[in-house]
């Protein structure tokens, strides 16, 4: 028989003298007899994030040669990257941003994130499709408006300034550039403070919590034990990683980021490390129902940053690449923006990974989650707005069918996120404003 565990048990513990609790992700004694449900019968929530990078796509180059379902269709040369994901792969091609292209790289990103034309002298006229399902899906976890995150803190000239996530009219979410400030937040203290970061210096969180995890372990069956072994494995391995940045005036000298992680660069600076870190802590916030809405900006909107990681030098990318301003000529531009789009994909790719890795209910965390991926731009030297990029990753508990190339012919592009919504439960019957309102979902997607 298998022992039942309510969905917000905790390991508690202390650090220095104050109570600490570590989130659990969903063990099969948490859920019904088929893993479909919680054990009291309420169904299973599934998780959404909304996954942005700057600059756009060249449709020539990230548009699939074949639409269709499963082996009917594969991989283009910019989506190879994301190609062991393509169970989970949806892409959505041929849409236009319908909204007029008043603002570049701002009208776009504003029509694909809320359905609307972007503010005069602002940012959006309405709440991001993330904001728009966090009442429905979210309002009893910790973070009840989400998690928001970045990797790039480059500016964009002003483009929609660097925040994808907006609950209204200039009030966005902005993103936490911090792997070390997120880990901190992530683990509760005894009433509703977050913890100290110099505690986590002193003290091992499992040391903290490993009397109450050794008298749960031998409650559990053979399959939970592993899912709580495997847990506890990736929070030690998440804090050795991060504790080199958490610094504490009563630790000492603080360890250099810059000499134990070589690779990682500092906050706010483009590297696979640190998509790693950001992974590994947005799947365990997603895994432990800490949240259920996310948002990941990997470069802002017409992002001027380098990406050297990629091979392309510290130069703009927006510029070098996405205009094909390099002095090294156009073909050089435009083979460096294509191997840049696909270094971006592969970032991508590390939150996948982690997501289909993590086991969840009778699945994996990518069964269970939606990711929403677009850009700020279609094709980047024109700031062209048709056959924009969007992909939706992930089959959402069962929603969205995944492993599908579904082209459109010029619709808008605001149907995708109705489509999000409407599988999700919103009882919305539109989506946006004005010519970027839509009604109509996209049923060839839906499972």
């Known amino acids: 028989m298998t022992f039942k565990l309510h969905r917000r048990t905790m390991l508690r513990g202390l650090i220095g003298g104050t109570a600490i609790a570590l989130p659990l992700?969903?063990?099969?004694?948490?859920?019904?007899?088929?893993?479909?449900?919680?054990?009291?019968?309420?169904?299973l929530r599934p998780r959404y994030l909304t996954w942005f990078f700057g600059n756009g796509a060249d449709p020539a180059h990230?548009?699939?040669?074949?639409?269709?379902?499963?082996?009917?269709?594969?991989?283009?040369?910019?989506?190879?990257?994301?190609?062991?994901?393509?169970?989970?792969?949806?892409?959505?091609?041929?849409?236009?941003?319908?909204?007029?292209?008043?603002?570049?790289?701002?009208?776009?990103?504003?029509?694909?994130?809320?359905?609307?034309?972007?503010?005069?002298?602002?940012?959006?006229?309405l709440p991001s499709i993330d904001q728009l399902l966090a009442p429905i899906m979210n309002a009893d976890t910790a973070f009840p408006s989400g998690l928001h995150v970045g990797i790039s803190n480059v500016?964009?000239?002003?483009?929609?300034?660097?925040n994808i996530s907006?609950?209204?009219?200039?009030?966005?979410?902005?993103?936490?550039?911090?792997?070390?400030?997120?880990?901190?937040?992530?683990?509760?203290?005894?009433?509703?403070?977050?913890?100290?970061?110099s505690l986590f210096r002193r003290k091992k969180l499992l040391d903290a919590v490993s009397a109450d995890a050794?008298?749960?372990r031998v409650k559990l069956g053979a399959e939970d034990k592993e899912r709580l072994d495997r847990h506890l494995d990736g929070v030690d391995q998440l804090q050795t990683q991060i504790d080199a940045t958490i610094t504490g005036a009563d630790c000492g000298m603080p360890i250099d980021p810059d000499v134990a992680y070589p690779d990682r660069g500092a906050d706010g600076e483009i590297t696979r490390a640190r998509c790693q870190a950001f992974a590994d802590l947005l799947v365990f916030a997603l895994s432990c129902e800490l949240t259920r809405?996310?948002?990941?900006?990997?470069?802002?909107?017409?992002?001027?940053?380098?990406?050297?990681?990629?091979?392309?030098?510290?130069?703009?990318?927006?510029?070098?690449?996405?205009?094909?301003?390099?002095?090294?000529?156009?073909d050089y531009g435009t083979n460096g923006f294509h191997t840049g789009v696909e270094y971006t994909m592969s970032c991508l790719a590390e939150l996948l990974q982690r997501m289909r890795d993590t086991p969840d209910g009778a699945g994996n965390l990518l069964d269970n989650s939606l990711v929403y991926v677009t850009s700020c731009v279609g094709l980047?030297?024109?700031?062209?707005?048709?056959?924009?990029?969007?992909?939706?990753?992930?089959?959402?508990?069962?929603?969205?069918?995944g492993d599908i190339h579904h082209r459109a012919a010029g619709d808008s592009t605001s149907r995708v996120p109705f489509t999000v919504m409407k599988a999700f439960g919103s009882p919305a019957a539109t989506f946006g404003d004005a010519e970027g309102m839509t009604g109509d979902a996209i049923p060839e997607i839906l499972a």
């Open 25 to 43: 992700p969903r063990l099969l004694g948490m859920l019904d007899g088929n893993g479909t449900a919680l054990a009291d019968g309420s169904p």
């Open 62 to 125: 990230w548009v699939p040669a074949a639409t269709g379902i499963g082996d009917a269709w594969a991989p283009s040369a910019a989506l190879m990257p994301l190609a062991e994901f393509k169970p989970w792969l949806t892409v959505c091609s041929g849409f236009n941003v319908v909204v007029p292209a008043i603002y570049a790289h701002k009208s776009a990103p504003a029509a694909v994130l809320t359905g609307a034309q972007a503010m005069q002298g602002g940012d959006v006229q």
């Open 155 to 162: 500016t964009g000239a002003g483009a929609l300034d660097f």
């Open 166 to 197: 907006f609950s209204g009219p200039n009030a966005p979410n902005p993103p936490n550039y911090s792997p070390a400030a997120l880990f901190a937040s992530l683990f509760a203290l005894s009433g509703s403070l977050e913890p100290d970061p």
């Open 214 to 216: 050794a008298e749960l």
């Open 293 to 330: 809405v996310a948002t990941q900006v990997f470069s802002c909107a017409a992002c001027h940053a380098g990406y050297p990681e990629a091979g392309l030098g510290n130069v703009t990318f927006h510029e070098d690449f996405g205009h094909r301003l390099s002095p090294m000529g156009v």
């Open 380 to 401: 980047p030297w024109d700031h062209r707005m048709d056959d924009f990029p969007m992909l939706l990753v992930g089959k959402a508990g069962g929603l969205f069918r």
